[in-house]
Nanobody, 121 residues
Framework: QVQLVESGGGLVQPGGSLRLSCAAS????????MDWYRQAPGKQRELVAGITSGGSTNYADSVKGRFTISRDNAKNTVFLQMNNLKSEDTAVYYC???????????????WGQGTQVTVSS
């Protein structure tokens, strides 16, 4: 069994910073892409940032220059550093990863439970 557990969410004032973490645990052979998504009330879930196993990154236009995604492959963990936060960044943030659980098995998608980020004065 594989679990993704996020942490680091909370309440922050506009212009502030937060750092989200997502740790994958369980029977893991390898992890391919690791992504952060978010879902605001009444809106669809959207991709915020992604990082490949080799370290290539991509970002939504709305967060470019403010958010940085990184990962620690040795610890099966992905991070999202969020700076200069705005009220429109308020959402539940979800970790997503594509994981191989056995040497001859396929790659499967997994989601974390989500962590709330609220940007408000």
């Amino acid at each position: 069994q594989v679990q993704l557990v996020e942490s680091g969410g909370g309440l922050v004032q506009p212009g502030g910073s937060l750092r989200l973490s997502c740790a994958a645990s369980g029977s893991i052979v390898s992890i391919n892409g690791m992504d952060w998504y978010r879902q605001a009330p009444g809106k669809q879930r959207e991709l915020v940032a992604g990082i490949t196993s080799g370290g290539s990154t991509n970002y939504a236009d709305s967060v470019k220059g403010r958010f940085t995604i990184s990962r620690d492959n040795a610890k099966n963990t992905v991070f999202l550093q969020m700076n200069n936060l705005k009220s429109e960044d308020t959402a539940v943030y979800y970790c997503y990863a594509v994981i191989r659980r056995s040497p001859l098995g396929g790659n499967y998608p997994y989601w974390g439970q989500g962590t709330q980020v609220t940007v408000s004065s």
